[in-house]
């Protein structure tokens, strides 16, 4: 089994919790829609998903009409929700050490790349990362599985010597379509049945334990 050198990193729920920013972001976006949502506590669910698929399955809305939620929820994302976020405890400190112990980082999020790179920067994660690749505006590279295959096109990544790392079934099954090694992080938003239903290599319950686990991968 080859080494793993390169680490690509989900970044809602993996390495932030948005939820405070998402929650108030999508319930503007209601609002703006005329659209009652009965289960406030239910959305959640929008957390780690490509944002216009969700609004169009749980409201049953049309592209056209989930494509103006989701302008509608940038309206205020975009300028105060993206900052309405937490740094998980531990997770600089394991950036630094898979920095400085030679691994190249990258961030693949189906979030907008715009906005990805902004909280990064906010919360001084960005040093860790070569690159930040995301989302474009335009909905567009949205799937999990693009957004990985992108960042491999784009830096040459052998799946081999990769691992993709995140909380959602989207991040398993978009890894091991890009025949990558998968490790799922229990302390997001997906539950331990939609991770071990995706059957990653592995599953870690905290930011210490993939430190511990990477290292003896490669020892």
């Given at each position: 089994?080859?080494?793993i050198t390169?680490?690509?990193?989900?970044l809602?729920?993996?390495l932030?919790n948005?939820?405070e920013?998402?929650i108030?972001?999508?319930?503007h976006?209601?609002?703006?829609m005329?659209?009652?949502?009965p289960?406030?506590e239910?959305l959640e669910l929008?957390?780690g998903?490509p944002?216009r698929t969700?609004?169009?399955?749980r409201y049953?809305l049309?592209?056209?009409e989930a494509t103006?939620?989701v302008?509608?929820y940038r309206?205020?994302f975009?300028?105060r929700?993206?900052?309405?976020?937490?740094v998980?405890a531990g997770?600089?400190?394991?950036?630094?050490?898979?920095?400085?112990?030679?691994?190249?980082?990258?961030?693949?999020?189906s979030?907008?790349?715009?906005?990805?790179?902004k909280?990064l920067e906010?919360?001084a994660?960005?040093?860790y990362?070569t690159?930040?690749?995301?989302?474009?505006?335009?909905?567009?590279?949205?799937d999990?599985?693009e957004?990985?295959?992108?960042a491999m096109?784009?830096?040459?990544?052998?799946p081999?010597?990769?691992?993709?790392?995140g909380?959602?079934?989207?991040?398993?099954i978009?890894?091991k379509?890009n025949t990558?090694r998968?490790?799922g992080?229990?302390?997001g938003?997906?539950?331990?049945e939609?991770l071990t239903?995706?059957?990653p290599t592995?599953?870690?319950?905290?930011?210490?334990?993939?430190?511990?686990l990477?290292?003896?991968?490669n020892?």
């Amino acid at each position: 089994m080859h080494n793993i050198t390169t680490l690509l990193f989900d970044l809602d729920g993996t390495l932030t919790n948005p939820k405070e920013g998402i929650i108030n972001s999508i319930l503007h976006a209601l609002t703006v829609m005329n659209i009652h949502e009965p289960h406030p506590e239910e959305l959640e669910l929008f957390i780690g998903p490509p944002l216009r698929t969700s609004f169009a399955t749980r409201y049953n809305l049309p592209t056209e009409e989930a494509t103006k939620a989701v302008e509608a929820y940038r309206e205020y994302f975009g300028v105060r929700g993206l900052f309405e976020n937490e740094v998980y405890a531990g997770i600089p400190e394991a950036l630094q050490y898979f920095h400085q112990n030679g691994y190249t980082l990258f961030t693949a999020t189906s979030k907008p790349t715009v906005y990805a790179k902004k909280i990064l920067e906010y919360f001084a994660l960005d040093q860790y990362f070569t690159d930040v690749i995301g989302s474009n505006l335009d909905n567009t590279r949205t799937d999990k599985t693009e957004v990985i295959a992108y960042a491999m096109h784009q830096h040459s990544i052998l799946p081999e010597r990769a691992v993709m790392i995140g909380d959602r079934k989207h991040d398993i099954i978009g890894g091991k379509n890009n025949t990558m090694r998968t490790i799922g992080v229990s302390y997001g938003y997906g539950s331990m049945e939609e991770l071990t239903e995706e059957q990653p290599t592995y599953i870690v319950h905290s930011p210490k334990e993939l430190t511990g686990l990477l290292t003896m991968f490669n020892l």
